[in-house]
């Protein structure tokens, strides 16, 4: 069992920054990909980015890339996204979740076994 808990989401201006960290615990061995979605609301879930384990490797959403930065240690088994520029359509919950194998044939989400409870992040006009 792996456990999921994210931080750092808050009431933000917009053209503002903010910072979720992901802590994972438990049965992390063989947790190779840990990522970030999240749901806006009236909205399904969406996929914001992933981290591998082996050189850090990344990947993002196509509107996340240039505001949105994900990055791991390994270590301490976290995953942080810094997200910059805030927009109000950023407004959200954010999830963090991990994954012990990634095959980009199929949607993101499928690859991901662990969630966590999420993390709002609101972000004002």
């Known amino acids: 069992q792996v456990q999921l808990v994210e931080s750092g989401g808050r009431l933000v201006q917009a053209g503002g920054s903010v910072r979720l960290s992901c802590a994972a615990s438990?049965?992390?061995?063989?947790?190779?990909?840990m990522g970030w979605f999240r749901q806006a609301p009236g909205k399904e879930r969406e996929f914001v980015a992933l981290?591998?384990?082996?050189?850090?490797?990344?990947e993002y959403a196509q509107p996340m890339k240039g505001r949105f930065t994900i990055s791991r240690d390994n270590t301490k088994n976290t995953v942080t996204l810094q997200i910059d520029n805030l927009k109000p359509e950023d407004t959200a919950v954010y999830y963090c979740?991990?994954?012990?194998?990634?095959?980009?044939?199929?949607?993101?989400?499928?690859?991901?076994?662990?969630w966590g409870q999420g993390t709002q992040v609101t972000v004002s006009s």
């Open positions: 979740a991990a994954g012990g194998t990634y095959d980009s044939t199929v949607t993101p989400e499928k690859n991901f076994l662990y």
């Open positions: 438990g049965h992390t061995f063989g947790t190779y990909v």
């Open positions: 981290i591998r384990r082996i050189g850090d490797s990344t």
